[in-house]
């Protein structure tokens, strides 16, 4: 809650210095709606949830399951026609979750509810992502984050104020930290610029580009927290990059087709004629 309230302002304010417009016509409300409950409300409200029954590192891998979620959405149900290696690549991501996965097994067997939330607040968000690759509102990308940020500020505030207020306490200088860094750099930055990505990247280059996130939270455990690290981990790391270069390598250009014969006859014939 506080990191949205923070953040909300210093993204409005970046809007303001790039002078982009901030207003949407009235009849793109219930559209705008629809993409905030699908890209931040739902998915913020329950990936909390899940935090609290399951390891903040092991949630935001099953979290970022997304890009699984996404290229299957998108192939099912908007006739997205998928290359086989980008099939490859979601292939290759799914295997690398299992392997980052492959030590907390035993662990999330016990705790199902935490699962199947970060795995629906995953789900929801690649049909997030879908929609608002699809969204045909004349207005800039950064205008779209900033009112979406906004309506999860005050949704995120009224449901924390409901259901968490006996818990509120003053928060500690590290967690202060904490919020500074989530207020300026996450909702002030990295949500418009996935956003912008998610709307003008093709859906499984956009999706699976972030397949490196739950890679960064595990390693950050490993240097900050001690954990350990095995050779799942590293396998992990390099079926990431399989899939995310599966996706973002520039496909070689087709060679161009020969000319039809009489061009060449003419061609050919030309110097004769002068």
């Not at 049909?127 to 990308?141: A, E, F, H, K, S």
Request: net charge positive.
């Amino acid at each position: 809650m506080i990191c949205l309230a923070l953040g909300t302002p210093v993204l409005g304010l970046a809007l303001v210095w790039m002078k982009v417009p901030l207003r949407i016509e009235r009849k793109y409300w219930p559209e705008l709606l629809v993409l905030a409950v699908t890209n931040m409300f739902i998915w913020q409200g329950l990936i909390i949830i899940a935090v609290q029954s399951l390891s903040s590192g092991r949630a935001a891998i099953l979290g970022y399951t997304m890009p699984m979620f996404s290229a299957v959405i998108g192939a099912a149900f908007f006739g997205n026609r998928m290359q086989a290696r980008a099939w490859g690549g979601v292939a290759a991501a799914s295997l690398g979750v299992v392997l980052l996965l492959w030590h907390e097994l035993t662990n999330l067997t016990g705790k199902p509810v935490g699962v199947l939330l970060a795995l629906l607040a995953a789900c929801t968000w690649a049909l997030g992502t879908q929609l608002l690759r699809r969204t045909r509102m004349p207005v800039p990308t950064l205008t779209i984050s900033f009112w979406m940020t906004l309506m999860t500020s005050v949704v995120m505030s009224l449901l924390a104020a409901l259901f968490e207020r006996d818990q509120w306490h003053a928060p500690s200088d590290a967690t202060w930290w904490a919020i500074a860094f989530n207020a300026v750099l996450v909702f002030g930055f990295a949500h418009a610029a996935w956003f912008y990505l998610a709307r003008s990247l093709p859906p499984v280059a956009s999706t699976l580009s972030v397949m490196l996130i739950p890679v960064l939270g595990v390693f950050s455990g490993a240097l900050w927290l001690g954990e350990v690290l095995h050779w799942q981990d590293w396998a992990a790391v390099v079926l990431m990059v399989i899939s995310i270069c599966s996706v973002l390598w520039p496909t070689s250009p087709s060679p161009s087709p020969d000319p039809p014969p009489e061009n060449k006859d003419r061609k050919t014939e030309a110097p004769t004629r002068t």
